[in-house]
DNA sequence: GCCGAGCCGTGACATTTGTCAGGGTCCGGC
DNA sequence: GCCGGACCCTGACAAATGTCACGGCTCGGC
């Protein structure tokens, strides 16, 4: 029997997996919750066999989640479920050690597959998100840049921005220039937007 | 029995919803979807009872399927069932005939509670998410700035604005500015971000 | 040691954006 | 009829943003 843990932030959905779920043979859903920290909290109560993330969620997001749950509770294997097929997230999932990598686009049966396969100690990466990671470069942006994106990503002005990053004006303008260059587009409002999408941000 | 019309884009999602609902007595799928314009043909092909739709789809948003189908098949009773608890959203949906609006936050089992009180002949409407409708003022924007605000939205400077609609930039210009002092806001790009979440744009 | 590459930081200058005062049209109330 | 209000549109001016040339720092290769 797989002991399985579910992380999904619409309580409706997250229920309708545990619907589905519940009708397959062998796994047994051994918890749920709607937020990241949680998460790991119950992981690390109950090591389940396989923990399912969402991405989007409160407290602590899926990917972080992941993370803590590779460090502190070893044996649990993990799975990412999302809806946003972002090449950096798929590749931070990697990074933090994830075994599964599923995009909520996929047929459900796919996914008692998955976890089946995930339990056995195989891998399975949405063969459509993984072509889209591989072929995308990797993120061009220096850390500098990133902060002064992340800071923009409120719409706040480059004033505030410099004051919050302890920087002058001219050198967050900079930053943000140098930022819609890399990304090849026309503002930094688009800029942001872009990182998002590629799941830089 | 109520016959189910189910669509949801995410493949994933919907198959879950569907394992959930499947479980419920009276309660018959007869056909699912991914997309707005497919539901619309499916509701007439099939005539089902009732049609759960989600609001973000391709093809044909659920709210503009929604209208539709209380056209063209009045005798179907339509479930709004989203994840964004916008405003503007729910008040649309009021106005197209819609029978019950729930957010995905609820609890599973709300789901068919909630079919089964729409197919009786009742309503209903998530609480929390028509407290917010109801605490909210209507649109104040004109036809006007919701037409520059839309084309801001992807982040294309004033001059291109202009050319699309066929305005001076000054012009343009003024109709921003007038949009962001309505929503309190410090720039256009957060006017954008803010009449998007309220459901306006 | 020293050279070059890459990142961090800055101020001055050009361009874009936001604000303001104001003119034109349409429509409903009196 | 005409008055007030709401909307549409504009150009001129002020403020914010984007661009550029430049200097300092660290680190790895030679």
């Known amino acids: 029997m797989i002991r399985l843990l579910l992380a999904e932030d619409h309580h409706l959905v997250r229920g309708a997996f545990a619907a589905l779920l519940g009708t397959e043979p062998g796994i047994e859903v051994v918890a749920e919750t709607g937020r990241g920290d949680e998460a790991v909290r119950l992981a690390v109560e109950l090591r389940p066999d396989v923990a399912m993330l969402d991405i989007d969620m409160p407290g602590l997001d899926g990917l972080a989640a992941a993370e803590r749950i ?31 990598f599923v995009g909520k686009d996929n047929p459900a049966a796919t996914l008692a597959q998955v976890i089946r396969q995930i339990h056995g100690g195989g891998r399975y990466i949405d063969p459509e998100l993984a072509a889209d990671a591989l072929s995308m470069r990797e993120c061009p942006l220096t850390p500098r840049e990133l902060d002064t994106l992340r800071a923009a990503a409120s719409g706040a002005p480059v004033s505030r921005i410099a004051r919050e990053l302890r920087l002058s004006e001219g050198t967050v303008r900079n930053y943000l220039s140098s930022a819609v260059t890399k990304l090849a587009v026309e503002n930094r409002h688009t800029a942001v937007r872009r990182a998002r999408d590629m799941g830089w941000l």
């Not at 460090?71 to 946003?84: A, D, K, W």
């Open 70 to 100: 590779a460090e502190t509770v070893p044996s649990c294997r993990v799975v990412i479920v999302t809806g946003y097929g972002r090449p950096g997230y798929l590749r931070r999932a990697m990074a933090a050690g994830v075994r599964g």
